[in-house]
């Protein structure tokens, strides 16, 4: 798996029901796909579309995790599943405040005690891989931590495909720019 997997969500009704279409302008040159952490950048678009970028490890809130790349036709063979860099483009973000999402760990594993902190991301770009883009945006246990301001509060421990407890965990977004972060427990 790859990038911040929507798994579930805390709160009522569809768990693809809180999505909102965003703006990445063709000035970003960067490669995003859906797993990719993004943070609204206080722009629109000419129609008043807001604009996201890529979030940072672990300064500010984040506001979703994209679920979807509009198709783009502008010399598409439409077989990527990302957002080619600078090209203007539309991306469907889950903004759920409760939404959980599975991911993987970098320089971890994550201990038990890890639960109930919060924690920054890895926020390396995407890459096309035959035709798939793929996110490669992780949680990073170095920094783990009770700050408000780590953008994902760490739910539970999953095993990676070689049974390893804490190469995998399951996440929510702590601190969003539609909501304060918390402090860890």
């Keep these: 798996m790859a990038g911040f997997g929507l798994s579930r969500t805390h709160s009522q009704g569809d768990v693809t029901g809180k999505q909102f279409t965003y703006n990445i302008p063709a000035s970003d040159a960067v490669r995003y796909s859906p797993g990719d952490v993004v943070v609204i950048t206080g722009d629109a678009d000419p129609d008043g579309v807001p604009q996201v970028a890529a979030a940072a ?5 984040v506001t979703g995790v994209i679920f979807s790349v509009d198709p783009t036709f502008e010399g598409e063979a439409l077989s990527n599943t990302g957002r080619t860099p600078s090209v203007n483009s ?7 405040p409760f939404a959980l999402y599975e991911v993987d760990v970098a320089n971890g594993p994550l201990v038990t005690a890890n639960v109930g902190l919060n924690a920054p991301i890895v ?3 995407a890459t096309l891989s035959g035709g798939l883009t793929v996110s490669n945006m ?7 931590a009770t700050t408000n301001t780590l953008p994902f509060r760490i739910v539970q421990l999953l095993e990676d495909d070689n049974q390893v407890l804490g190469n995998r965990a399951l996440v929510r977004v702590n601190n969003s720019t539609l909501n304060t972060g918390t402090t860890g427990i």
Excluded: I
């Design 57 to 61: 490890a672990s300064t500010g809130g």
């Design 90 to 96: 539309f991306v469907k973000v889950n903004v759920d």
């Design 138 to 144: 992780t949680l990073n246990a170095t920094g783990v």
């Design 123 to 125: 926020p390396d770009p």
